[in-house]
């Protein structure tokens, strides 16, 4: 899996919870969807970005019941 074949990942940090909805909420009014989304934590903060989309896509299809 490469990057250049992802679709775009919008990764947040040090968004207050209220500001992080606000944000998602502008984007759905938008119609922007960009599936692959993170909240940067203690356990990904060191993740290359090929790893951390690894696991958004993974969270994601388990999410959709895309990975049966």
Known sequence: ????????????????????????????????RIPYKAILTSTNQHWTPEECFIEIKKEHEQMHGLNQ
């Open 1 to 32: 899996l490469s990057l250049h074949d992802a679709l775009p990942i919008l990764i947040f940090a040090g968004l207050s919870e209220m500001t992080l909805n606000r944000v998602l909420a502008g984007l759905r009014a938008q119609q922007i």
